[in-house]
């Protein structure tokens, strides 16, 4: 790693001499103009991840950049870059958020990833432990049909290095955010759901636990931000966690996740849907309704029964994840994560064999172009999916441990 970590800096270093100037504009656009405090955390990795990933960095070292980035961050004194207090009618009876003008304070961060590269490059660092377990991961998101593309997905198997955690156990983590009535809460899940996810306590030993947590946590900090913002849309999701021997599946949603192991498919999970029956249940015990109208929609809107967002129809939408977890006995093909517009189309039974048949007419364990067209020929919606290979199951032997997750296919 260290002789690729350093060509990449010296490369970093001549683009980037010194630190951003005050009145220069950012080489990368921060996703929010305002920032909370909470908030300040997945938006600074997210800049700092999509600027690095951008340029070709390795993505160990990009994670290990942002890490040491914003712990440095964490040291500056946030109050110079406070907004001007505006009082709303929404907030005139409410304890208003400290928030912090983005551009300015995410200029801070990028020079402080300068500061660090700088450094590194000059003297670089005896490394972290690096994953010694890479899962190789195949990616594909189309528009289709959909006048915009409203999904969002990220793939970090270097999560550990992003969060400073060095308890010995390694973890990988892939999502998928299938996202309605405008992009803003896939982004923002997929910004901040990982985040909170590595704050929880009970992580290492009650990962399912965390999960919930960190959605509920996500779901609350995307209400005060869609109050501030005015934003009406929602996500459903579904996050798969590699921790050690032990593989967590969380799922807000009809997002789905799918274990293959000799090629044989396994259940990992039940999606939420409104004609299920214990949710519609749920929703007529809190005064809603479940109709049919083209699909199954709650009280008449939305075709999902969970998701973060969609507040004028919560308690009905439930921000209440699901989560579970299974061993991993090392015989596993792959996991599939793929939101409802793979699996409306695809029953989890033909996945084996359209996976099996893909890979081998590619010759590729990590998927590509024939995964993709076949994907297109038969999904009419749009979709987002994570291929995440365990071993190659054209073969039945396990792949390479090279870190083989498309650059492009960590965070979009």
């Not at 996500?235 to 969380?250: D, N, S």
Request: glycine share 6%; hydrophobic share 40%; charged share 25%.
């Amino acid at each position: 790693m260290e002789e690729e970590a350093q060509s990449f800096l010296g490369r970093f270093v001549d683009e980037f001499p010194a630190a951003l100037e005050e009145d220069s504009p950012l080489p990368v656009i921060p996703l929010s103009r305002k920032v909370s405090l909470e908030e300040l955390h997945g938006e600074s990795l997210e800049l700092g991840l999509r600027l690095l990933t951008a340029r070709g960095a390795p993505a160990v070292l990009s994670a290990l950049l942002c890490q040491a980035a914003f712990s440095q961050l964490l040291l500056e004194d946030p109050s110079r870059f406070h907004c001007p207090e505006e009082t709303e009618a929404n907030q005139e009876e409410e304890q208003k958020a400290v928030l912090l003008q983005s551009e300015a304070v995410q200029r801070l961060f990028l020079n402080k990833v300068i500061d660090v590269a700088l450094a590194w490059h000059q003297n670089f660092p005896k490394p972290s432990p690096s994953p010694s377990q890479f899962h190789p991961c195949s990616v594909h998101a189309i528009k289709n049909t959909r006048r915009k593309m409203e999904d969002k997905h990220l793939a970090l198997a270097e999560f550990n290095q992003l969060f400073g955690i060095q308890d010995g156990v390694e973890r990988a983590y892939y999502a998928v955010f299938d996202g309605h009535g405008g992009v803003d809460a896939a982004t923002y899940t997929a910004t901040h759901l990982h985040v909170a996810l590595s704050k929880q306590e009970m992580l290492p030993s009650d990962a399912a636990t965390a999960f919930k947590t960190a959605f509920k946590r996500t779901d609350d900090m995307f209400r005060d931000k869609a109050k501030r913002e005015r934003l009406r849309s929602g996500t459903t999701g579904v996050v798969v966690l590699i921790q050690g021997q032990e593989l967590t599946v969380a799922w807000l949603g009809d997002s789905q996740a799918m274990l293959v192991r000799k090629g044989e498919a396994v259940t990992l999970m039940e999606p939420h849907k409104p004609e299920r029956e214990d949710e519609k249940q749920r929703i007529e015990d809190l005064g809603g309704c479940v109709t049919f109208m083209g699909c199954w929609r709650v009280n008449g809107t939305y075709a999902v029964s969970r998701a973060i967002g969609d507040f004028d129809q919560k308690p009905y939408v439930s921000g209440d994840a699901d989560s579970s977890t299974v061993q991993l006995f090392g015989d596993e093909d792959y996991v599939l994560l793929a939101c409802d517009g793979f699996f409306d189309t695809v029953k989890p039974s033909a996945v084996p064999d359209l996976v099996l048949d893909a890979l081998q007419q590619l010759g590729d364990p990590e998927g590509g172009d024939t995964q993709q067209k076949q994907s297109e020929e038969i999904i009419g919606q749009r979709v987002a999916q994570h291929l995440l290979l365990s071993q190659d199951p054209a073969t039945g032997t396990a792949q390479a441990t090279a870190d083989s997750t498309s650059q492009d296919a960590r965070q979009q």
